[in-house]
């Protein structure tokens, strides 16, 4: 595996941990922007990005048009930690 796609799974599974984190502190998924501010980045972008390859993956389901609209299917962790992570855009 290249470093790029290594540094884009370890990226989606970060995400993966803030929205259970996020769900379980508030009840509700972030949105966009504050997924794109929670790691850094200055665009939505990257976390948009982040959910398609998410959702192509199966692990989490995106209602589209409406805000916060996602929901885990699975979470690999049984504890999902806070986690702060410098941005890595997607390829």
């Known amino acids: 595996m290249t470093n790029r796609k290594w540094q884009l799974k370890e990226q989606l599974e970060k995400v993966l941990e803030f929205l259970q984190f996020h769900v379980d502190e508030k009840g509700f998924p972030p949105s966009l922007a504050e ?3 929670h790691f850094g980045c ?3 972008n990257s976390a948009k990005l982040w959910i398609e390859h998410l959702e192509s ?3 989490i389901k ?3 048009g409406i ?3 996602i929901k885990i299917v699975s979470c ?3 504890h999902c930690t806070h986690v702060q992570t410098d941005c890595v855009e997607p390829p």
């Open 62 to 64: 995106v209602t589209p």
């Open 35 to 37: 997924i794109a501010d």
């Open 76 to 78: 690999e962790a049984t």
């Open 57 to 59: 993956q199966g692990r």
């Open 67 to 69: 805000a916060r609209g």
């Open 42 to 44: 200055n665009s939505k």
